[in-house]
Each structure stands twice: as structure tokens, then as C-alpha cells.
């Protein structure tokens, strides 16, 4: 089996040549990114690879068919970069449902630490010998109130995390989860408390048209004064303007971004040599209370292992077998995860 892998980084290769040797899946790799431009590349594969910042719109998919490739393989576990209706009955489509959720919850601890008790700022100035203290001063997260937005398994992860410093939480989920609730210390509650009472707000859930902007102007001005807002999720969960105006009016405290809302040309690239043009990220970038990473909440070894395992293994069983329990819509059939032609 001969599968195209778009949008390549170093650290891709050695788990998919792996674990591709071993399942008898042969990679070629691509540098550039899936989109109209460049679909085909996959011409004579009998499927293609892709990640986040792919693009997989109805253009793509339909050069796709008729090139017969018949496979989508995402490693990740979103898919809002692929158009999911139209590839209903086209394509068949998997993913790697989850690879390791300690790999982003403990990322997303790791910046809430580095932002509240200042570690950014002190590495910087300790490198040019400057060891003063003044405004460094942070705060203790133990008895703190922390707000998840998705309590899937990252999100509890997460969850456990928060409680093992001593803090509480309040939930939020469309569907919660069973057990986590205890009446005390972790509760499910609305939005609206949710936003009025959360010291810091996390954000684990995916990206739908329910989620979209779900921290926007309106949420901004509902949260307490100084709130720190946490995304390791996808940036699209995020309004970047409110956000921005939300922290120059001193209304957020601090934001931690793993994820950006226009990130697509930007993240897993070295743009060190480029002038910025995307105004809201410089500008966010450049203040003192945020943090921005570019999407490595999910770059550990075990985490890289898990994706290419289980992605290496959803084409070979597919292939294999004709199902996977990892797809999310069968090419020319029904599956129990769709209705009326939408994937969810």
C-alpha cells in the first residue's frame, strides 16, 4: 500500500517508518501541505496522510476521487480542516481518536505555570545575569477555581492535574462524563457559572459550530476580573480580537495559547526571517501576560508513537478487513456515526 504523507516534519518519520515497515505501508513524504495546490502529489496513491493545517475542502476531496484514492487518514483527532459532508460517500475517513492526553493536559499545565509564576520572564532575565525579583510575583493556584470547557479524556487528565494542586473545578460539557462529578470539589455546572466563577478558564473541547468562538466578547465580559484564559485545543475556540481587547482592557490576566485561531500559515514554520502580517498575533505575542506556543502540546515520544501507530494501523486494517473503528465516514455506505450525511 502506497500512501502520500503531506505537511512532514522531521519528527514524523521515524514512528511512520516504523510502524510502516512493519504493516507492510509504504510512506511518501511531502513537505508541502494538502490543498488545491497541491493534490496532485497524490496522484497513483492509494490514500493520503494529513494533519491539522491540511486542507481537505469539497475541491480536494473530489480531485482526490477521481484520482481513485481512496483513504483519508488524519493523524490527529479533529477534523474540522476536512469538509466532512461532502466526503460522505467519496472517501473513506480515520483518525487517531487519542493518542496521549497526558502529552497535552500536563503542556497546558506547563504554560499555566510558566505564566502565573513568571518563569518566562525570569529565564530571560536571568540569561543576561539580571536576578531581580521585582515583578515576579505570582499566585497559588491551591484553592483557585478552575473552569474545563470539554471533559473528554484530555480534559480530565486535566481535571486530575488541577485537583492534585489542590484547586477546584468547575465543568462544562455537552455530554459529561460519568463519575467525575462529586458534588464538591469537581461539579458540572453551566457556562454562565462556569464564566462568573473560574479563576482560569481551560479550554478541551472540540472544534464544532457550537464551540466556535466559545470565548468571545459577550463570555469575556461574563468572567471575573483578571481571568486567565487556557487554549491547547483548537484556536477557532478562541475570538483572537476579543481576546486581544479582553487584555488590553485589563479584563483577562493572562492567556496561554497553544493554538491560533489563523495558525494554519504560521504554526510549524520558521518565520523568524519574516515580517508578521497578522496584526492580533503580534500584538498578543509582544505582551508581557501571554504566552504562545506553536501547537506542541502534543509533541512528546509516547504521543508521536500513538499517532503513527494507531494511524499505520487504521489503513492496514482497513485494507484488510474493508472497517475500521476509527472511521469516521464510510465511502459509499452508511455508518453508525452518521446521519442524513453529516459526520459528527
Same mark, same amino acid.
Given at each position: 500500500?502506497?500512501?502520500?504523507?503531506?505537511?512532514?516534519?522531521?519528527?514524523?518519520?521515524?514512528?511512520?517508518?516504523?510502524?510502516?515497515?512493519? $504493516? &507492510?505501508? /509504504?510512506?511518501?513524504?511531502?513537505?508541502?501541505?494538502?490543498?488545491?495546490?497541491?493534490? !496532485?502529489?497524490?496522484?497513483?496513491?492509494?490514500?493520503?496522510?494529513?494533519?491539522?493545517?491540511?486542507?481537505?475542502?469539497?475541491?480536494? =476531496? /473530489?480531485?482526490?476521487? !477521481?484520482?481513485?484514492?481512496?483513504?483519508?487518514?488524519?493523524?490527529?483527532?479533529? +477534523?474540522?480542516?476536512? /469538509?466532512?459532508?461532502?466526503?460522505?460517500?467519496?472517501?473513506?475517513? +480515520?483518525?487517531?481518536?487519542?493518542? @496521549?492526553?497526558?502529552?497535552?493536559?500536563?503542556?497546558?499545565?506547563?504554560?499555566? %505555570?510558566? @505564566? =502565573?509564576?513568571?518563569?518566562?520572564?525570569? $529565564?530571560?532575565?536571568?540569561?543576561? +545575569?539580571?536576578?531581580?525579583?521585582?515583578?515576579?510575583?505570582?499566585?497559588?493556584?491551591?484553592?483557585?477555581?478552575?473552569?474545563?470547557?470539554?471533559?473528554?479524556?484530555? &480534559?480530565?487528565?486535566?481535571?486530575?492535574?488541577?485537583?492534585?494542586?489542590?484547586?477546584?473545578?468547575?465543568? *462544562?460539557?455537552?455530554?459529561?462524563?460519568?463519575? %467525575?462529578?462529586?458534588?464538591?470539589? =469537581?461539579? $458540572?455546572?453551566?457556562?454562565?457559572?462556569?464564566?462568573?466563577?473560574?479563576?482560569?478558564? @481551560?479550554?478541551?473541547?472540540?472544534?464544532?459550530?457550537?464551540?466556535?468562538?466559545?470565548?468571545?466578547?459577550?463570555?469575556?465580559?461574563?468572567?471575573?476580573?483578571?481571568?486567565?484564559?487556557?487554549?491547547?485545543?483548537?484556536?477557532?475556540?478562541?475570538?483572537?480580537?476579543?481576546?486581544? !481587547? &479582553?487584555?488590553?482592557?485589563?479584563?483577562?490576566?493572562?492567556?496561554?495559547?497553544?493554538?491560533?485561531?489563523? !495558525?494554519?500559515?504560521?504554526?510549524?514554520?520558521?518565520?523568524?526571517?519574516? =515580517?508578521?502580517?497578522?496584526?492580533?498575533?503580534?500584538?498578543?505575542? @509582544?505582551?508581557?501576560?501571554?504566552?504562545?506556543?506553536?501547537?506542541?502540546? *502534543?509533541?512528546?515520544?509516547?504521543?508521536?508513537?500513538?499517532?503513527?501507530?494507531?494511524?499505520?494501523?487504521?489503513?492496514?486494517?482497513?485494507?484488510?478487513?474493508?472497517?475500521?473503528?476509527?472511521?469516521?465516514?464510510?465511502?459509499?455506505?452508511?455508518?453508525?456515526?452518521?446521519?442524513?450525511?453529516?459526520?459528527?
Amino acid at each position: 500500500m502506497k500512501i502520500a504523507f503531506f505537511d512532514t516534519k522531521p519528527y514524523d518519520k521515524p514512528s511512520f517508518d516504523k510502524y510502516g515497515k512493519e $504493516y &507492510g505501508i /509504504d510512506f511518501k513524504y511531502f513537505e508541502t501541505k494538502l490543498n488545491e495546490d497541491t493534490v !496532485e502529489l497524490a496522484h497513483g496513491y492509494d490514500g493520503v496522510c494529513v494533519f491539522v493545517n491540511d486542507t481537505v475542502n469539497a475541491a480536494v =476531496i /473530489d480531485r482526490l476521487e !477521481e484520482m481513485n484514492v481512496r483513504m483519508l487518514a488524519l493523524r490527529c483527532a479533529g +477534523f474540522n480542516n476536512v /469538509d466532512m459532508k461532502h466526503a460522505f460517500g467519496r472517501l473513506h475517513v +480515520f483518525r487517531v481518536p487519542a493518542y @496521549s492526553p497526558y502529552a497535552v493536559a500536563e503542556h497546558t499545565m506547563a504554560l499555566l %505555570l510558566a @505564566s =502565573i509564576r513568571r518563569i518566562h520572564k525570569a $529565564y530571560i532575565r536571568s540569561r543576561d +545575569f539580571n536576578f531581580s525579583l521585582s515583578g515576579l510575583t505570582g499566585f497559588d493556584l491551591h484553592g483557585k477555581t478552575v473552569g474545563v470547557i470539554g471533559t473528554g479524556k484530555i &480534559g480530565r487528565v486535566f481535571v486530575d492535574i488541577c485537583r492534585g494542586f489542590g484547586m477546584n473545578v468547575l465543568a *462544562f460539557d455537552k455530554y459529561p462524563a460519568e463519575g %467525575l462529578d462529586n458534588g464538591d470539589t =469537581i461539579r $458540572y455546572t453551566d457556562l454562565e457559572e462556569l464564566f462568573a466563577k473560574s479563576d482560569i478558564i @481551560s479550554l478541551h473541547c472540540p472544534l464544532t459550530d457550537e464551540t466556535h468562538h466559545i470565548i468571545d466578547e459577550e463570555a469575556i465580559e461574563k468572567c471575573k476580573k483578571g481571568v486567565v484564559i487556557l487554549n491547547t485545543s483548537r484556536g477557532a475556540l478562541v475570538d483572537a480580537q476579543a481576546l486581544l !481587547e &479582553g487584555i488590553k482592557s485589563r479584563k483577562i490576566g493572562a492567556a496561554c495559547l497553544d493554538v491560533y485561531e489563523e !495558525e494554519s500559515d504560521l504554526f510549524f514554520e520558521d518565520n523568524s526571517g519574516h =515580517i508578521l502580517d497578522d496584526d492580533i498575533l503580534a500584538r498578543l505575542i @509582544s505582551m508581557p501576560n501571554v504566552i504562545v506556543t506553536s501547537h506542541q502540546a *502534543f509533541l512528546t515520544q509516547e504521543a508521536l508513537e500513538n499517532i503513527a501507530e494507531t494511524t499505520v494501523r487504521n489503513l492496514s486494517v482497513f485494507s484488510t478487513t474493508g472497517q475500521c473503528e476509527n472511521e469516521l465516514c464510510y465511502r459509499g455506505g452508511t455508518a453508525k456515526d452518521c446521519k442524513d450525511g453529516k459526520c459528527f
